[in-house]
């Protein structure tokens, strides 16, 4: 019965892998919380009570965060509406589960200075002509997640014929395959201009993915995960003090200046592949908590009703 529903997810709604994979803990979770193995699950035996039951274990003896705690909800929930829909249950018992508050955090992101860092620290590599086709890729993969505020699973997905450097233009597949237009500018262009010609004098005209790394014994092998992870944390992490240097980050930090800079909230909204306007609606909210700081910084109204002990009467 479970299986059928991850089946489902995963080849009718075309959810990514990584999503499936997460279904199946929460549901393995919730199994494991009854006491009875996945594929024996029996929706007449379950109750309401035993949703908030678990949920209570996840907050007080699992130490989850309530966001957490929300999220396997969710996926509960996804599980009943497919048996409802296939007649498999007649009841939906996670309708009345109220899930725990959690306040959404605000995104990080990187600094304009740290950005124009990473730059230097290319431009450098360059100008001694010294970069390697590792330096190239990874300062590419840098600017290509900044530039165009892509996800990590996107860049990995990139084909060499999604790219149009006539046009000035990527394509891209999204959550559940659904595609969008991504603008690029020149300087983006001839990075990876750069970038393919170091490619072809390592593996060649043809390739399977656009990212590749090279193995320990010299194989050119498509991108994995890890690697870009990997690549973003180290590059990043010599010029940020974030605890965080993903490419999630950069993705922040694409949003976050396209607003800086007077983009409207659609835009960006087009541009990031979000179904909701409210998805995107957090970055206004990054914006905010910027004009704020600097405002109690410099405002001479801003600490205190008295203001400054010399101020005349106007």
């Known amino acids: 019965m479970i299986q059928h529903f991850l089946d489902y997810i995963a080849i009718e709604r075309k959810y990514s892998a990584r999503t499936v994979e997460a279904y199946r803990d929460d549901l393995r979770d919730f199994c494991r919380f009854l006491g009875v193995p996945q594929d024996q699950y029996d929706p007449k035996k379950v109750d309401e009570n035993d949703v908030k039951t678990w949920m209570l274990d996840l907050l007080e003896e699992q130490k989850q965060s309530p966001r957490s705690v929300k999220r396997r909800l969710s996926a509960l929930r996804s599980f009943y ?3 409802l829909r296939t007649k498999l249950t007649d009841r939906d018992i996670t309708a009345r ?3 725990p508050k959690a306040d959404k955090p605000l995104p990080v992101f990187f600094r304009p200075e740290e950005m124009e860092a990473v730059a230097r620290m290319n431009d450098g590599s360059a100008d001694a002509g010294e970069a390697t086709f590792e330096e190239v890729r990874d300062f590419l ?6 530039q165009t505020g892509m996800r990590q699973a996107e860049l990995l997905g990139l084909q060499d014929a999604d790219l149009d450097l006539a046009q000035g233009q990527v394509r891209v597949f999204g959550k559940r395959r659904k595609e969008r237009v991504i603008p690029i500018g020149e300087a983006l262009k001839g990075l990876i201009r750069s970038y393919l010609e170091e490619r072809k004098a390592i593996a ?5 993915t656009f990212l590749v790394k090279r193995t320990k014994k010299g194989e050119v092998v498509p991108m994995t995960k890890n690697t870009l992870y990997n690549i973003v944390r180290a590059r990043m992490g010599e010029v940020s003090t974030l605890k965080k240097h993903s490419p999630h980050v950069l993705r922040h930090t694409f949003a976050t200046a396209m607003l800086d800079n007077g983009a409207d909230i659609r835009t960006i909204q087009e541009l990031l592949g979000h179904a909701s306007l409210s998805t995107t609606q957090v970055y206004t909210h990054t914006t905010f908590e910027q004009i704020k700081r600097v405002y109690m910084a410099t405002h001479p109204r801003a600490k205190g009703a008295g203001g400054s002990k010399n101020k005349k009467n106007d």
Do not use: M, Q, T
Request: charged content about 30%; hydrophobic content about 45%; cysteine-free.
């Open 204 to 208: 060649g005209e043809r390739s399977e």
């Open 141 to 146: 993969i840098i600017e290509i997640l900044y």
């Open 81 to 83: 509406k497919f048996l």
């Open 97 to 99: 589960v109220v899930p």
